[in-house]
C-alpha cells in the first residue's frame, strides 16, 4: 500500500486525476489477478470539476460571423435546435418541414467507417422546432453528409481564430440555457 500510494502521489504532478485512476485501476486488475489476497487501500486524488461557462450570445455571434459556410449551419443548429454533431451530419434536405426538422438518426463511426443509425433510444427520434429563417437557411445549405470529423476539425481550427474555449458541444449547452431563460 506505501509504496503505490507513493507513486500515486508522485504521478499528481504530471497527469490528470482521471489518467491517473485510470493507470491505477489497470495495476488494480493485474494484482488482482496475480496477488488475490492483496487488500488495497490507496487514496486518489480528486478530479476537479471546472464550471462550465455559458457561452453568451456575443460569442454565439462571433463564431457564427467567422465561420464558413460549411461550419455555419451546424454551430445554427446546434447553439439554436440543439442538435448533436452526429444528428447534423446525418440530415437531408428532406428532414425539415416548414415548422423545423425532424431527428431520426444520426452518422456515427462504425467498423468500417462512418454510418447512418436509428437513434438508441426512443428519447433520440424527436421533432425541434425552428425558426423559418433558420429552415430556409439549412435547406439551401449544400453540405448535407457531411462526417462528424469535418465538423470538428472546422469548430477546432474557428474557436482558436475566434479565442473561445467552448467545444462544439458546448453549444448545445447555449440552447438549454435559453430554453431554460424561455421557462421553457
Same mark, same amino acid.
Given at each position: 500500500?506505501? +509504496? $503505490?500510494? /507513493? ?10 486525476? /482521471? !489518467?491517473?485512476?485510470?493507470? #491505477? ?10 496477488r488475490?489476497?492483496?487488500n488495497? *487501500? ?9 464550471p462550465?461557462?455559458?457561452? !453568451?450570445?456575443?460569442? $454565439? *455571434? ?12 451546424? +454551430? ?15 440530415? !437531408?434536405?428532406?428532414?425539415? !418541414? ?17 454510418? +447512418?443509425?436509428?437513434?438508441k433510444?426512443d ?6 422546432p425552428?425558426s423559418?429563417?433558420?429552415i ?12 462528424p470529423d469535418i $465538423?470538428?476539425? %472546422?469548430? &477546432?481550427t474557428?474557436?482558436? &481564430? ?6 462544439? *458541444?458546448?453549444?448545445? *449547452?447555449? #440552447? %438549454? ?8
Amino acid at each position: 500500500n506505501e +509504496i $503505490i500510494q /507513493k507513486e500515486i502521489n508522485n504521478l499528481v504532478s504530471v497527469n490528470s486525476p /482521471k !489518467t491517473i485512476k485510470n493507470k #491505477y485501476n489497470l495495476l488494480k486488475s493485474v494484482l488482482k489477478i496475480y496477488r488475490p489476497e492483496l487488500n488495497l *487501500h490507496i487514496q486518489l486524488p480528486q478530479s476537479k470539476k471546472s464550471p462550465v461557462p455559458l457561452q !453568451t450570445e456575443e460569442t $454565439i *455571434h462571433l463564431l457564427l460571423n467567422k465561420a464558413d459556410e460549411r461550419l455555419r449551419v451546424p +454551430i445554427l443548429l446546434a447553439a439554436f435546435g440543439g442538435l448533436r454533431r452526429s444528428e447534423i451530419c446525418a440530415l !437531408t434536405k428532406e428532414d425539415f !418541414t416548414d415548422r423545423g426538422v425532424n431527428i431520426n438518426k444520426a452518422k456515427v463511426l462504425g467498423s468500417y467507417g462512418y454510418v +447512418i443509425k436509428q437513434p438508441k433510444t426512443d428519447a433520440g427520434y424527436r421533432f425541434v422546432p425552428l425558426s423559418k429563417e433558420l429552415i430556409k437557411e439549412c435547406k439551401a445549405w449544400k453540405y448535407f453528409g457531411l462526417n462528424p470529423d469535418i $465538423i470538428n476539425n %472546422g469548430f &477546432q481550427t474557428l474557436r482558436q &481564430q475566434c479565442d473561445v474555449s467552448a467545444t462544439f *458541444h458546448k453549444l448545445r *449547452h447555449y #440552447y %438549454g440555457t435559453q430554453l431554460l431563460r424561455q421557462g421553457i
